[in-house]
């Protein structure tokens, strides 16, 4: 109800050049008085021709015509009571956050068109350029955040209201709801390059060179500036606080598991590690570590590849895709044996979406699919594997029962507690309708 329609761009301009002028006009041109809020006709007369077009009315239409009119009236009415009540109130709103609500409000309008050009053009038609746009948003933005501010700083006061499900379902029936989104069930594996043994043997010997020195005596923070392969070396190997989730699981179950003081040796993914741990606080640990670090070649890539196209073969003859990601995925902390539905659009990393989007392969004897190898360097090779696809389709009054009702309590509470404003404010009507054809402008 309070949602600010955005005009087209002739419409926006011209009712911002009536409202420049606003004193000058005669009492016949001022459709309603509200407090000390004038509304003026020729803005009336401009949100009924846009509210006409949106609903593909034609201005030939009187008896509709007239019908908006009153309608739109009847909205800025309320608005103004809302405004009139919120500067009483003396609610504040910055600069910060009007900037903000006039960018969305051209991000709108830049939606409608079908690029910027297109945009750009409509501007200039109107004489008018984006700064000008901005100006004649920045004062709705504003009048819009008094209002949405008083409203919800006066939410305790708001009546209580019951909706039934007879009027939801009306309410569903009279407008389209929406589909729900296209859903997936999936698994996943990503296969990471390994270093190799000559490789991951040199890491050892020189991490555990680094740690005889340790057990020597010398300073852990000089170890690191000195032998470290890591980019944070320079800081003596200082990782600051982290919580769970923020390291790799080798390197995190053993921080999270040593005392202050202690100094451990764990292989990642990244190579050899000394880590010692600084501090801890609540749920975070500081620690420093040195790394021994395993350079990843060509021929490392070749073998995840490889094995990422012989596990994915494996499942195309008939193994369990589950079983065989467990035991090869690099990553599958989000790896479970009877995952959600997932909307489509939504899935991350992309990648994957992408190629649950894209083309898949049957698995033999199932209603499941496998994707391709998918290339997702430098974390190594993927795979996706659908279980289940729910098609997007026209949602069911059930599947949005509780949220129309919801809706429709709090609009109905709204215009409860705006109508019980209107009997504190003074308000004058002088508008009678209008129709273009009927009456002219």
């Not at 350079?295 to 196209?309: C, T």
Request: charged share 30%; with cysteine; proline share 3%.
């Amino acid at each position: 109800m309070l949602k600010k329609v955005i005009l087209p761009l002739l419409c926006v301009f011209s009712l911002a050049a009536a409202q420049q002028t606003h004193q000058r006009l005669i009492v016949d041109d001022i459709a309603a008085v509200v407090g000390s809020q004038i509304i003026m006709s020729s803005e009336v007369k401009m949100f009924t021709l846009a509210t006409a077009a949106e609903r593909k009315i034609e201005p030939g239409d009187t008896a509709a015509m007239r019908e908006i009119s009153h309608e739109v009236l009847e909205s800025e009415i309320q608005k103004r009571v809302l405004l009139h009540h919120a500067k009483a109130a003396k609610i504040e709103v910055t600069d910060e956050e009007i900037n903000q609500l006039v960018e969305n409000q051209l991000d709108e309008l830049r939606k409608r068109y079908p690029n910027d050009a297109a945009f750009k053009r409509d501007l200039e038609e109107a004489g008018q350029n984006e700064a000008g746009l901005k100006d004649v948003y920045r004062q709705q933005a504003t009048d819009e955040l008094y209002r949405q501010k008083f409203l919800q700083e006066h939410s305790h006061e708001f009546p209580r209201i019951k909706v039934d499900e007879a009027e939801a379902r009306k309410f569903f029936d009279a407008q389209p709801i929406g589909n729900s989104p296209e859903q997936v069930r999936f698994q996943y594996m990503i296969i990471a390059p390994r270093a190799s043994e000559q490789v991951l043997a040199a890491a050892k010997t020189k991490i555990d060179s680094v740690y005889k020195q340790f057990l020597g005596g010398a300073d852990f923070a000089y170890l690191a500036q000195h032998f470290s392969d890591d980019p944070n070396a320079s800081r003596g190997g200082d990782l600051g606080f982290f919580s769970k989730g923020e390291m790799v699981k080798e390197f995190e179950e053993a921080a999270f598991s040593m005392k202050v003081g202690e100094v451990r040796m764990v292989q990642t993914k990244y190579g050899w590690h000394l880590i010692r741990v600084e501090a801890r606080r609540q749920k975070e640990v500081r620690a420093r570590h040195i790394l021994a670090g395993t350079e990843i070649v060509e021929e490392d890539w070749q073998r995840a590849y490889d094995l990422a196209r012989s596990l994915r073969q494996r499942v195309l003859d008939g193994e369990n895709f589950y079983t065989l990601a467990k035991e090869n995925s690099e990553e599958n902390t989000g790896l479970v044996e009877s995952p959600a539905l997932s909307v489509l659009d939504n899935i991350q990393p992309e990648q994957f979406r992408d190629a649950l989007m894209g083309e898949l392969t049957s698995v033999p004897g199932k209603t499941h699919r496998i994707s391709a190898i998918i290339d997702m360097k430098p974390h190594g090779y993927g795979i996706v594997y659908e279980l289940e696809r729910k098609p997007a389709a026209p949602l069911a009054f059930e599947d949005v029962r509780q949220q129309i009702i919801e809706r429709l309590q709090q609009s109905k509470a709204i215009e409860a507690y705006i109508e019980e404003l209107r009997k504190k404010t003074f308000i004058e009507i002088r508008f009678e309708g209008w129709s273009p054809l009927a009456t002219g402008w």
